[in-house]
């Protein structure tokens, strides 16, 4: 499976933003998908995170939890992270991940088997 992440960019504070995950491969082994993300500095933390086949979202970040909405086509083999009032402290390299466990730790890195490469969100005041 591989993944490729896109969307980022420069904004303002209270911006909206949406990222784009596209996987390809052997998709049908996935189970979920998430959004993880790493600022300057800083440890990788969770986002979010959703079941890849019925899109049954799990739970968000307390700190975007409101803000952010994730959400997946699976006919595009997609996944969405669509990010609203953004605030500085956004600003991250923003990672997709995939994974064919069935395992509990959805918001646990080491249950991610596949990564893509990060996509780039500055937020500016």
């Known amino acids: 499976v591989q993944l490729q992440a896109s969307g980022g960019g420069l904004v303002q504070a209270g911006d909206s933003l949406r990222l784009s995950c596209a996987a390809s491969?052997?998709?049908?082994?996935?189970?979920?998908m998430a959004w993880f993300r790493q600022a300057p500095g800083k440890e990788r933390e969770f986002v979010t995170a959703?079941?890849?086949?019925?899109?049954?979202?799990?739970s968000y970040a307390t700190y975007v939890k409101g803000r952010f909405t994730i959400s997946r086509d699976n006919a595009s083999n997609t996944m969405y992270l669509q990010m609203n009032s953004l605030k500085l402290e956004d600003t991250a390299v923003h990672y997709c991940?995939?994974?064919?466990?069935?395992?509990?730790?959805?918001?646990?890195?080491?249950?991610?088997?596949?990564w893509g490469q990060g996509t780039l969100v500055t937020v500016s005041s």
């Open positions: 491969g052997r998709t049908f082994n996935i189970y979920r």
């Open positions: 991940a995939g994974t064919t466990s069935y395992g509990p730790g959805y918001d646990q890195r080491a249950l991610y088997n596949y």
């Open positions: 959703i079941t890849w086949s019925d899109g049954i979202v799990y």
